[in-house]
């Protein structure tokens, strides 16, 4: 099992990620410097992490979007290795055009920073089949631009096709139909403002992130 | 040669920052504000030469955001 998490100027929860995925794992992933234009071989699992990429300049995620090492994890994901981008990951995947939708400044203009309460949209993906159908969990966020917006055809083929992974069950941040996360296509990307990685040790205070790493790499090791 | 960039939100995109914009204008007793809508204005300094298609290549790749943006090219 070898995962790997890329670090881009400006990613703050990448030592955070290391630490969930060593932790479901029992070793310790790779960190990949954005310049690499290369994963290490045989990667089967790759991490982007949140924080502020580029100084969120531009637009969140989007000079991350077009870094060397992006060409690689567009590969990567074309062959079907799973992808996790939380926050700014996830923001990063919307501009590089694996993910549908793109994330705008929160509805209410405030940075959102707190434990908020999702539902599990879709329990049959690679990263939520830990988790019952419709299930309430509890996952912190962080973030001033996690509005989702996508127009309203691609809303319908994401809910038509079950791509909404996770949606907020109380107001958070404006985003169209409360999409906290979204799959891509082949399910195997996933996208997601929440910080799983925030909420997998006892010292945490809950762990229902870390049923998500279970699923994800427990598939992936049997 | 100075290159001209304007990048704005699509029409029906929400725009929060355009709100609140329009709120503090209205706060600071400007009456007749019908919308305010927040943009993006981008100056390049590019070759002699550089063609449209370059240009147009440079803001769908980069700096703007086809999914919730339109751009315009202006050439002063």
């Not at chain 1, 955070?16 to 954005?34: E, R």
């Not at chain 1, 809910?159 to 996770?166: I, L, T």
């Not at chain 1, 006892?202 to 790499?217: E, T």
């Not at chain 2, 304007?6 to 204008?25: E, F, N, S």
């Amino acid at each position: 099992m070898k995962t790997a998490v890329i670090v881009f100027p400006g990613s703050n929860c990448d030592r955070d990620m290391a630490v969930a995925l060593a932790a479901a794992t029992g070793k310790a992933p790779a960190m990949v410097w954005h310049r690499n234009s290369e994963l290490p071989p045989q990667t089967d699992f790759i991490a982007l992490p949140g924080g502020f990429s580029y100084g969120d300049y531009l637009r969140s995620g989007a000079m991350a979007a077009r870094s060397p090492v992006m060409d690689a994890v567009r590969a990567a994901a074309a062959r079907g290795v799973p992808v996790l981008g939380v926050c700014n990951g996830f923001q990063v995947l919307t501009e590089a055009g694996l993910l549908p939708g793109a994330l705008m400044r929160n509805a209410g203009l405030n940075f959102v920073c707190r434990t908020v309460g999702l539902t599990v949209a879709n329990n049959q993906s690679l990263f939520t089949s830990s988790y019952a159908a419709g299930e309430a969990i509890r996952i912190p966020v962080a973030h001033h631009d996690g509005n989702y917006f996508a127009d309203a055809a691609t809303l319908d083929r994401l809910e038509g096709e079950g791509r909404v992974a996770f949606r907020y069950s109380e107001a958070v941040n404006g985003s169209a139909r409360d999409i906290a996360g979204v799959l891509n296509d082949a399910g195997n990307v996933l996208g997601m403002m929440p910080h799983p990685e925030r909420a997998c040790d006892p010292a945490h205070g809950n762990q229902d992130g870390a049923r998500l790493f279970a699923a994800a790499l427990g598939a992936l090791v049997g | 040669m100075k290159i001209h960039v304007y990048v704005t939100l699509k029409p029906g995109v929400l725009d929060p920052q355009g709100r609140a914009i329009h709120h503090a204008l209205e706060g600071l007793g400007f009456a007749g504000v019908n919308d305010v809508r927040a943009g993006r204005f981008i100056e390049l300094d590019v070759a002699d030469g550089t063609t449209d298609v370059a240009l147009d290549a440079m803001c769908a790749k980069l700096l703007a955001n086809t999914v919730i943006e339109n751009y315009r090219i202006v050439r002063p």
